[in-house]
């Protein structure tokens, strides 16, 4: 069983800064969850890969929409991975959302086992 909850969500005007956070837990969790996820969806959209990491050796891979703005880092003591955005713009709006899956990161939100309930992120112009 694999539980992740985020937080840290709220509304931010552009050129602002967010942090979210997931915390992990459940007795296979570590097991289950080598590699953890950021998607965001927007609305009428479909959901998009922003950023993943894997647990062992913080290797990290961000979308290109992303990149040089968002940060993924994790915790490994606290099961908890963090994604600290930066100089948001409002096409950054959107529920975020954190998931976790076996093996090696992937942009495909299809390879993710385990989904958070999301966390609304509004980025006001």
């Known amino acids: 069983q694999v539980q992740l909850v985020e937080s840290g969500g709220g509304l931010v005007q552009a050129g602002g800064s967010l942090r979210l956070s997931c915390a992990g837990s459940?007795?296979?969790?570590?097991?289950?969850?080598?590699?953890m996820g950021w998607f965001r969806q927007a609305p009428g959209k479909e959901r998009e890969f922003v950023a993943a990491?894997?647990?062992?050796?913080?290797?990290?891979d961000y979308a290109d929409s992303v990149k040089g703005r968002f940060t993924i880092s994790s915790d490994n003591t606290r099961n908890t991975v963090y994604l600290q955005m930066d100089s948001l713009i409002p096409e950054d709006t959107a529920v975020y959302y954190c998931?976790?899956?076996?093996?090696?990161?992937?942009?495909?939100?299809?390879?993710?086992?385990?989904w958070g309930q999301g966390t609304q992120v509004t980025v006001s112009s």
């Open positions: 990491i894997r647990w062992s050796g913080n290797s990290a």
């Open positions: 998931a976790a899956k076996a093996g090696a990161t992937s942009r495909h939100h299809s390879q993710y086992a385990y």
């Open positions: 459940g007795r296979t969790f570590r097991f289950s969850a080598r590699s």
